[in-house]
Structures are given as C-alpha cells and as structure tokens.
C-alpha cells in the first residue's frame, strides 16, 4: 500500500473530451469515464439471493487484486456487506459464498437493522484496514469501525459516532497526533460535512464542521455527505463528496469535489462550484432508488494517477469510472470558489 503522497508532474488537461452530461447541456469536460460493461456487480450473478448490490467500499491489495466490500441488501430489506474479488479490478469477479460481515445485533445492538455503505482506509501505523460503516438500529443510522488485516477476522470496535451519523471514513494517518474522522451527523446545524479526532479509535471529540451544505439552489444545498476516502496529494486531501439536490420528482444525488490542507484539513483550500458526475445512465437514472450515483470507494492505478472509481448506482448495482487525479486537480483549479466562501 502507498505510504506517501501522491506526487504529480504538471500536465494539461485534455484526456476526456466529450460531453459529462447532455442532457443539462454542459460543456465542461467529462471527468470520469464509465466502463462499458458497466454494471459490473449486480444481483443477477450474486451466488446467493439479494435484492441489491451497491455503494461498495473499494482496496487494491498486495497480491494486486481489487477487493470490494459491497453493500448487500436482503429480501427483508436489511444490509450486510459481502466481499468481491477481481484480478483486474473489471470482471471474473470472486464473490464469497455467503456474507462477509454480517450484522451481529445480539453482541451489537445498533446493528439491528443492518450495516451499510462501508469505507475502507489502508492504515500504515496500524498494518490494518480501518472499516467506517453504518450500522442502523431504531435510533437511527450512527457511524462504527471496525480493523481488519485480511477480511475473514475482523475487529469491531462498534459505535463511534451515535445517531444520527453516517457518511464517514478514517483518513489513513494521524493529524497532530491524533486519528481523524470525516462524517456527517445530521444536527440542528444542518447536514454538513464534520471532522473529529481520537487519541485511540475509541474517544472522539474535537468536532467541527469542515464543509458546509450550501443554501438556496445550489446542485449541493442543504445535504452534502463524504463519498470515497480523501486521496492524499502534494496538494492536499482530494475529496469527492455528494450534495443532494430536492426536486418536485425526488432527490439528484451528484458528486463534488473540494481540496482540503493535508496538515490540518479543516480548512477547504478549493471547493467545485458545480457538481462534476451525476446519474446519466439507465442504471443510474432507475434501480430502487432513482438518480443515484454513491461512491463509498476508490483505487489508484500504478501509475499514481488512474482513479478506479466503485459507485453505486440507483441503489441497485456497482459501476466503474476511471478518472484521472491530475484532471481532477486542474479542474478545481479553474472551478472553485475559495474554501472560506464556498457555503454561501
């Protein structure tokens, strides 16, 4: 696993041309590209029965295989998460036979109604991964972690961010000295992205808000949410993150994305000023839940740059898009507005 920043020489952008969404009649250029075969999860060739497979947690392991843990959800309407394995990251897809990491209610209450949309950190100190997931009981959704080093034995440490929380992910190194924590509590405040610290994955405070939903018609007013883990750069924690826009017809959820300081990422360097991936595709635009494009994961290809994006899609199947951390960085460079002002 990297260790280290990712450094990138100067480029020009370029490298996707075509339209990101005809329909609004958008110029800007497309940032992710969808693989063709796309969904390349779905139900359909789940080895056990399902309802859905979604918003799947994403590692490139040692031996070079992509492991997904996915989001799966049974007939009685309730999550666990199953792991999906891939030479290529693409396709042949090794699934487990039954469920990965189911819910345990008995020893963890607040899972009672399931587990969902887990987010997967690589933490160098620990030699383990660090498994953010939402487990869903009758106060709510809340945030638990969970370590493991080889996703058949795993550690809970349970909830560490009561109800109402979720959308969080643990970024792969201490900040100060201290574990951070990026998740969104709904509170009187607002659905906004927050950030806490812990001296031992167990006590956490600190809080504050990093991000804030903007107001008034904006793509990301009012409910925003952590997607991927931040991807460390030379230039700060690259985040991608999902605003949610309310319609007559229902909820758009699309994707954003802002720059925050590596050493103290409570302060948003750049932030998007329009969203930059959204539901276009008949699997986006249908499934369950319509208009839905949820990343819980990412990879980096070995050239430090290829972005293998997991999203969920409708609620109802994984998709692929490949984009490029360089474009992502000259897009924000000539799309943002500053950090400071960017909740207006």
Known sequence: MPLTPILLPSTQPGRNSESQDSQ????????????????????????????????????????????????????????????????????????????????????????????????????????????????????????????????????????????????????????GGYWALIHRPMTTLGAHMWISYSPDLRHWGRHKIMLEARRGGWWDANKIGLCSPPIETAKGWLTLYHGVRQTASGSIYRIGLALFDRENPEICLQRGDSWMFGPEAAYERGGDVKDVVFPCGQTIGADGDTIHLYYGAGDSCVALATGSVRELLLWLNVNSSPGDAAAS
């Not at 009685?76 to 998460?81: A, D, K, P, T, V």
């Open 24 to 175: 609004d009649g958008n110029s800007q250029p497309s940032l992710f590209t969808r693989h063709l075969g796309n969904p390349i999860l779905s139900r359909d060739r789940w080895p056990y029965a399902v309802n859905s497979v979604f918003n799947a947690g994403a590692v490139r392991l040692a031996d070079g295989d992509t492991l997904l843990l996915c989001r799966v959800e049974d007939r009685r309407g309730l999550s666990h998460l199953t792991v999906a394995r891939s030479a290529n990251g693409v396709d042949e897809w090794r699934i487990d036979a039954t469920p990965t990491f189911p819910a345990e209610p008995r020893e963890y209450p607040e899972e009672i109604w399931g587990i969902e949309d887990p987010r997967i950190t690589w933490v160098p100190e620990l030699e383990q991964y660090a498994i953010a997931y939402t487990s869903f009981a009758r106060g709510g959704p809340g945030v638990s972690l969970a370590l493991t080093r080889d996703f058949r034995r795993f550690e809970r440490i349970g909830v560490i961010m009561p109800p109402e929380d979720k959308d969080a992910a643990l970024l792969p190194r201490k900040i």
